[in-house]
Structures are given as C-alpha cells and as structure tokens.
C-alpha cells in the first residue's frame, strides 16, 4: 500500500514528522473471548459475562470461577488497558478493560491484539475517528477482516503517548463531571419524592424547620388560570423571522427558540403571550407531560398549556410537583404512549399543597437545584464539544 504523510492540524510542541497511513492489521490480528453456551451460565454466580446489549453497563448472565479460570488460562483473554469493542448493535462502540473479572461474548465483543508500535492510550481516541467499513443487509456487524483493513494515520510512539495521556485526562474530567451531574439528579429525585407527601398523606416525610400545618389537596383548575396558544400558518413568510419567540414544546425551559414570529403572526392566529415566569405543560409529542417555567416573554402553540397561578401559590413549587408527577400523568392518561395530555385533564389533577411559605421554600430549594444541575450539564456539553472539536485537529 502506498504510503501517505499529513499531519493534524494541532500538534504538541516538539512534534513535526509526518503521521504515516497504515492499516490496523499491520500491527496485529483480532481477539476474542472463547464461546460460551446458554448452559454454562447463570442468573447468578461468580464472574459477570457481558453480551453484546449489555457490554459496558450491567452483567446479562454469570459465569463459574472454575470456568473463567480455565477459558483465561487457555484462550484469549484481555489484559488492563485492553480496548474492548462492540462489533455488532452498537458497532464500534468501546469499553476498556479495567481487570475486574468478567467474560464477554465471543465475535461480538473483540479487541486488536497489537504490537508496541500502537500505544493503548493513543489507540482509544484512535478508534473514534475511524469509519468502519460495514457489511450486512438487515443486521449491521464489524467484521474481523473490517477492523484489520481499516485505514489509520499514526504518528510516532511519543506523539502517540502524549495524545493517549492528553485525552485520558479529559475522559477523566468528563467522567467527573458526568458522576457530578448524575449525583445531583439523583438527590433531586430523591428530594422530589420526601417533600411532597405520598399518596393517602397529609404531610411529607421532610419539612423545612418552622413548619407544621398539614397539607390540603386542591384541584390544580381551582388554584391556577391556563389557556393554550395556537400555530400561525407556517407557509406565510409574513408570520414568521420577527422578534417574538414562539416557543413549542421542547423548549419550555430553554432559554432561546428556534422560530421567531412577527407582530402579524400573532396578530392573526391563536398563538398566545406567556411572561418569563410562567409554568409551561407539554401537553402533545415526545415531551408530553413535562413541565417547565418560561425563561423568556414569548409565544406558544397548541401543544403547551401555560399555567398561571393565583395569588397565595408558587410556580415553582407548582412546577415541581407536575415534574414529580409526570409517570404518574403519562401513565394514566396516555395509554402506551399514545394520545395527548388537554388543558380538561390536567385542571383536574389534585395538588397537595401547604401554605404559601413552605411553597416558597420548596420550590426555591428546588429551583437552585435544577441551575445546580443545569450549571453541571452546560458544563459537561462543554467538555464533550471541546473533546469533539480537538479529536477533529488533533487527528489526520
């Protein structure tokens, strides 16, 4: 094969020979787990054993001690650092072999057994560059002769080692970071369900200091107005570009809208004006159910009911108890998914609610905690964004 130099567009200092094309197979051949039949596991034991739909997340069957001992003595076997990779569903997905004990699926999950002229470290970012060379009709897979052909351009083993160690440190800030906004949402979760009661309660299992009184069920129609919006004709260049927001219903806690309408669009159709602060209920599609509170003065279609409450509730507790209660509403109102949520409905769910201060308190904890967790998922896009842009200059 000919061969072909280049170099990315950002290199570390003190690197400046050419990258060189070769192909995976010239620097090893592809490993595989000995197969393992039905028979030989178990819902439970001692080693986990990973099929292609659970490879990297939790254990589909378990296998013996005794057995893993003897297939890891005698067939091939990952080392620490071992590049795993799923070679069918998610194909090209990768998990490194961190030396736990575990067996995996043999030709769906498979590693580049290399030679020392591929640094492990290097080889990770390495793989998220390459477009495998799929074959199959209705199933996709990678197959071994794909991994082997792919086409690479590499630099030497001390490029390689300060790209593998550069990008391993960005992998951890990101896996920081994701653990950081994972916690938080579980304590939100958490804190959703103790500060509202349970069904059949009258007061929840926590309770800021100071406060006592039990809680009173109300019909949401009885404590709040609502109204819903409407499209303006959406080939009518004269309704559309102007300076209104027109927020639908996957943007109910953005804080920017994809269309803007003109004064005329909303003029002549049935679009509706909400005021930053406002809760907004999905009400159709994908997000029916969900609940947020308008970051923004703008409009809304049929698809979002704007809920205003009176004076003596808060929006922000309201709208965290319709964020608590979203399964529950779904569940009951839209059989299998299907169908929409309507403003009759949702008027008529019962709301437990406390006094207006403990309403404050609530919802102000609740608040902070979804900019905490907001501040946490900006962040980790961040990351992510700058790991896709450097691995687009850093790579040939």
Known sequence: ????????????????????????????????????????TSEQG????????????DPDAFISNELFDYFKRTYPYPTPGTLLISAAGSIGRVVEYQGEKAYFQDSNIVWLEHDRRLNDTF???LYSQIEWGLEGSTIKRLYNK??????????GSGEQKEIGRFFAKLDDLIALHQRKYDKLCTVKKSMLDKMFPKPGETEPEIRFEGFTDPWEQRKLGDITSSYSGGTPQANNPDYYNGSIPFIRSAEINADKTEL???????????????????????????????????????????????????AGFDSGFLASWLRREKDAIVATYLQGGQGNLSGAIVKDLKVPVPGLPEQKAIGDCLSKLDSLITLHQRKLNLLKNTKKSLLDKMFV
């Open 123 to 125: 080889l990770k970012p």
């Open 46 to 57: 001692d080693v986990p054993f990973f099929k292609i739909g659970t490879f990297g997340t």
């Open 260 to 310: 803007y309408l003109t004064e005329k669009g909303l003029a002549e159709s049935s679009a509706a004006l909400v005021d930053a602060g406002c809760i907004l209920y999905a009400l159709y599609g994908a997000t029916s159910g969900e609940a947020g509170i308008s970051r923004i003065n703008g409009a809304i279609n049929q698809a979002i009911l704007a809920i205003c409450p009176y």
């Open 1 to 40: 094969m000919a061969e072909k130099t280049n170099a990315p567009e950002i290199r570390f200092e003190g690197f400046t020979d050419p990258w060189e094309q070769r192909k995976l197979g010239e620097f090893g051949s592809v490993a595989m787990c000995k197969r393992i039949y039905k028979e030989q």
């Open 146 to 155: 794909d991994l082997l052909s792919a086409e690479v351009t590499i630099p």
